[in-house]
């Protein structure tokens, strides 16, 4: 079954997006796959990048910034799942998948690489 939450701005390239993920001004590729109930949400001036089998999926949320460059990059097979949220600029090579661990928001420190800020 296809994802019916397709919006604006999505290309696809040897992706599977299924289920009743949503998924809005994104570019996914190479094996990606979005299912389950997982949203990914970019916008006018950030598209969400997939790529490299990553896989985003349970309730899990990917979201891009309007900031300059506040684009969230999920690669390498990483993984992003249950309740766990990527937002804004950064580049996730790791996987994030206990949402008791990872609550909050990944972004980039100062020295670039992708974080996990609890609340």
């Known amino acids: ?66 900031e300059e460059d506040a684009i969230p990059t999920i690669h390498y097979s990483s993984q992003v799942a249950e309740y766990a949220i990527v937002k804004g600029n950064c580049v996730l090579k790791t996987s994030c998948l206990d949402w008791r661990k990872c609550r909050g928001t990944w972004r980039t420190d100062s020295a670039r690489r992708a974080r996990c800020n609890t609340r």
């Not at 990048?49 to 999926?57: F, I």
């Open 1 to 66: 079954m296809i994802a019916q939450g397709l919006a604006a701005r999505v290309l696809v390239h040897q992706a599977q997006i299924y289920g009743d993920a949503v998924v809005r001004y994104a570019f996914i590729e190479h094996r990606a796959e979005v299912f389950d109930f997982a949203s990914i949400e970019g916008n006018e001036e950030n598209n969400v990048w997939l790529c490299d089998c990553a896989k985003v999926y349970g309730h899990a949320q990917v979201k891009a910034g309007i």
